[in-house]
């Protein structure tokens, strides 16, 4: 994608009403799409979605296939996508737009500041679609399901609220298994190696990112796990 394209995606996302953005991780604020600072933490219902319905989030959503195919199918849910990168955000909020979804949202943020942004006890459910498994020596504590992250899912859950996590890759789906039984305050609910060797469990595990379809054609399979913390 040339740098032209992403500036225009990125004078775009400033125009769009379902996305709100944190410029600067030094200066943690949010603006809405006139530019003008917003305080969402504990009013995402309330001031966005006008509704009490349960909140969802889809953490490094990438380009929000998930955010928005679940979206769809539930619309009686409230869904946000978070992800640091705006030409990801940019195809889901112009998706959910074109798709008239009013129960979707897009924050532009540093997920390992989503405490600052989101309340507590404000999510229901946490989703991990596919996110960068940090496979390299070092680097195990940015994965999403590390123990600093699990604990800041923690703040913004209610409790008994679910995580999932839906990876091709079984170096993390392995590490997460590992932080769920050294940690007594998480309880493992389901987890399958292959979620495609037979009927799925659960309907929203038929819905694929970009990435997941890439996968399954060079031959990966995909695990998937649910748990509380």
């Known amino acids: 994608m040339s740098g032209k394209n992403k500036l225009k995606k990125f004078a775009d996302l400033s125009t769009f009403p379902n ?13 809405d799409y006139n530019d003008e600072k917003v305080e969402m933490k504990g009013n995402w219902k309330t001031d ?4 009490d319905h349960p909140l969802i989030l889809e953490l490094a959503c990438g380009k929000g296939e998930y955010t928005v195919g679940m979206a769809q199918n539930n619309p009686d849910i409230n869904y946000i996508g978070v992800d640091i990168k705006g030409n990801r955000i940019w195809k889901g909020a112009t998706d959910a737009m074109d798709l008239k979804l009013k129960n979707v949202a897009f924050l532009r943020t540093r997920i390992e500041q989503i405490e ?23 680097k195990a504590n ?3 399901t590390a123990p600093p992250f699990l604990d800041r899912y923690r703040k913004i859950l209610k409790p008994g609220g679910l995580v999932h996590l839906k990876t091709d890759e079984k170096q993390l789906s392995d590490f997460t298994l590992e ?3 050294e940690d007594p305050a998480t309880n493992l609910l389901y987890y399958k190696e292959d979620i495609y060797s037979e009927p799925l469990d659960f309907p929203e595990l038929e819905i694929k990112t970009y990435y997941e379809r890439m996968h399954l054609v060079k031959g990966k399979t995909i695990k998937y796990l649910r748990f509380t913390i």
């Open 116 to 138: 600052l942004f989101v309340g507590p006890n404000e999510v229901d459910e946490i989703w991990i679609t596919f996110a960068d498994p940090f496979l390299k020596k070092g």
């Open 48 to 51: 966005y979605f006008k509704n």
């Open 142 to 144: 940015r994965r999403l």
């Open 19 to 31: 996305v709100f953005q944190n410029h600067d991780v030094r200066q943690p604020e949010l603006v």
């Open 179 to 181: 932080v769920i039984k």
